[in-house]
């Protein structure tokens, strides 16, 4: 599947982000990105990122603004009054079609019949009509927890609703930035790539066949993980108070896409295995299904650890045993004896 992007056909000097939690969802992602530093939420709303656009945001978690004054921004967009605005997306998406007599989730009231606006509707309204779609979250990328097996509510992610060929008024497909919850920096510098975008100083936002940014989700946890050379030696923990590596209690890290090792969670601190956690998959299309139960050790983990285990780790430990004794010896030439014992050989002989 092709994700390229079409170049914004003009620079815009102002941006709206239109962020609405009223999908299934917990506003994690929202109370998260409250933690982003690089960069930070309000560095980029008060103008503190060279080449910006201005950026005017609306979140109900965020926002002074209730009720009416609120819902008026999405409104005016719905008519073409706004502007260009993004379109950020939290929470997984219901099925209306099978809701019975009610719905499942609303966001405000359409003026003319005083009755709740379902929030599919606000995503067919504003979708297309977006320079950019932004699904923040696991649940609104792929369902997450809401569309796991058994649900009442045929929970799906944005992609899965608008179709995974859709394309934004900006030429763009949805943007996904999983994450149970998301990592505020992964949020914030996919915002910030779209901003510079629209500003016409950036080119197309690179994304993979997930619809992930490709720099942020190119590599496995496994790949930036702090206990990593743990298992390639084949040194696994038993338990959650060793350093080791965590494959054998239950960590997917080797097979998921996420940089929260490499980046930490907050200021490069943190990030589950970093701290004692197993990587139970949150920023997987697959999540939560194909990776529970959590605690159990993954499939293929016990034959590829037992492997280590039983020859290849123990042959590599105990040569790397010998080099490591070799380099915590000084070489034999730093002496206070008499003679140089270096090697040194002056071009031309002390007289």
């Not at 008060?46 to 004054?69: F, M, Q, R, T, W």
């Not at 999540?287 to 492997?307: A, C, H, L, R």
């Not at 380099?327 to 206070?336: F, L, S, T, V």
């Amino acid at each position: 599947m092709s994700t390229e992007t079409e170049a914004p056909p003009s620079a815009v000097e102002e941006v709206h982000i239109l962020w609405t939690s009223e999908g299934m969802s917990c506003d994690g992602d929202s109370v998260s990105v409250t933690a982003a530093s690089l960069p930070s939420l309000e560095d980029v709303v008060l103008g503190a990122i060279p080449g910006l656009p201005k950026v005017v945001l609306h979140n109900k978690v965020l926002s002074y603004e209730s009720g009416d004054d609120f819902m008026r921004a999405f409104h005016q967009a719905a008519r073409d009054e706004l502007g260009t605005f993004v379109l950020v997306v939290e929470g997984s998406v219901p099925n209306e079609r099978i809701n019975g007599d009610g719905y499942w989730t609303s966001m405000g009231n359409d003026p003319e019949t005083g009755e709740p606006i379902t929030f599919n509707e606000w995503i067919d309204r504003l979708a297309p009509k977006a320079f950019a779609v932004v699904a923040i979250g696991t649940c609104a990328t792929y369902g997450g927890i809401h569309a796991m097996a058994g649900n009442p509510t045929g929970a799906m992610g944005l992609a899965d609703y608008l179709g995974w060929d859709f394309r934004s008024a900006g030429g763009m497909p949805i943007v996904n930035v999983p994450g149970c919850p998301v990592q505020p920096d992964n949020f914030m510098e996919t915002v910030t790539w779209l901003l510079y975008q629209a500003a016409g100083v950036a080119p197309p936002i690179p994304l993979d066949e997930q619809l992930r940014p490709t720099w942020l989700f190119g590599k496995t946890v496994h790949e930036g993980c702090d206990r990593a050379a743990y298992y390639e030696q084949g040194d696994f923990a038993k338990d959650y108070n060793s350093p080791k590596c965590q494959v054998k209690i239950g960590c997917w890290g080797p097979v998921v896409n996420c940089n929260v090792t490499k980046r930490g969670w907050m200021d490069g601190v943190g990030g589950c295995p970093n701290v004692g956690g197993i990587c139970i998959g949150c920023t997987m299309p697959g999540f939560p299904d194909k990776f529970m139960p959590f605690m159990d050790e993954p499939p293929g983990g016990s034959v590829s650890s037992t492997i280590l285990s039983s020859s290849y780790g123990p042959l590599i430990r105990s040569l790397r045993a010998i080099t490591n004794r070799a380099a915590n010896r000084e070489p034999k030439w730093r002496h206070r004896r008499a003679e140089l014992t270096s090697g040194y050989a002056p071009r031309w002989p002390r007289r």
